[in-house]
């Protein structure tokens, strides 16, 4: 993907007191350091990833939504999505990352669950109009099934 531009849509800043208007553009760069500030240790992983709609936040657009995780932690993710699939701020989601590592469970995939609810979302602009795609942060909450591979610190 290329440089992240927001122009034309609402941007949420994850860095408090940041301000940002519509036609602001985003570096790379500005991302990483955002990512940096983080209150946990983050992991690149790159690997499959569904977002189950909760029936009981969103009854209306029940589905699964097929994107692909970047990077995680102990207590959220970074992923993208496709465009237009209905994911917003506030709204919860089961999270499904389908690990290609070897783990504690048989088989060459790890499979991880866990509730999780959208912070933040920002448009990521490819070369052309179908490379576009829809960045996505979620906090994870509550229990998850599975072993995720985590940094230490």
């Given at each position: 993907?290329?440089?992240?531009?927001?122009?034309?849509?609402p941007?949420?800043?994850?860095?408090?007191?940041?301000?940002?208007?519509?036609?602001?553009?985003?570096?790379?760069?500005?991302?990483?350091?955002?990512?940096?500030?983080?209150?946990?240790?983050?992991?690149?992983?790159?690997?499959?990833?569904?977002?189950?709609?909760?029936?009981?936040?969103?009854?209306?657009?029940?589905?699964?939504?097929?994107?692909?995780?970047?990077?995680v932690?102990?207590?959220?993710?970074?992923?993208?999505?496709?465009?237009?699939?209905?994911?917003?701020?506030?709204?919860?989601?089961?999270?499904?990352?389908?690990?290609?590592?070897?783990?504690?469970?048989?088989?060459?995939?790890?499979?991880?669950s866990?509730?999780?609810?959208?912070?933040?979302?920002?448009?990521?602009?490819?070369?052309?109009?179908?490379?576009?795609?829809?960045?996505?942060?979620?906090?994870?909450?509550?229990?998850?099934?599975?072993?995720?591979?985590?940094?230490?610190?």
């Open positions: 993907m290329g440089r992240i531009q927001t122009e034309g849509w941007v949420h800043s994850a860095v408090p007191g940041a301000a940002m208007t519509a036609t602001t553009r985003i570096s790379p760069s500005t991302v990483s350091e955002t990512f940096t500030a983080r209150q946990t240790v983050r992991r690149p992983l790159r690997c499959k990833l569904v977002l189950v709609n909760d029936v009981m936040s969103a009854p209306v657009h029940a589905g699964v939504i097929p994107g692909e995780c970047l990077n932690s102990d207590g959220g993710l970074y992923a993208v999505v496709p465009l237009g699939c209905g994911v917003r701020v506030g709204r919860r989601y089961t999270c499904r990352l389908f690990i290609p590592e070897r783990g504690p469970e048989p088989g060459p995939v790890q499979t991880v866990q509730q999780g609810m959208v912070l933040r979302t920002e448009l990521l602009a490819g070369g052309g109009r179908d490379e576009d795609r829809l960045g996505v942060a979620i906090k994870l909450i509550g229990h998850r099934s599975g072993v995720m591979p985590l940094p230490t610190t």
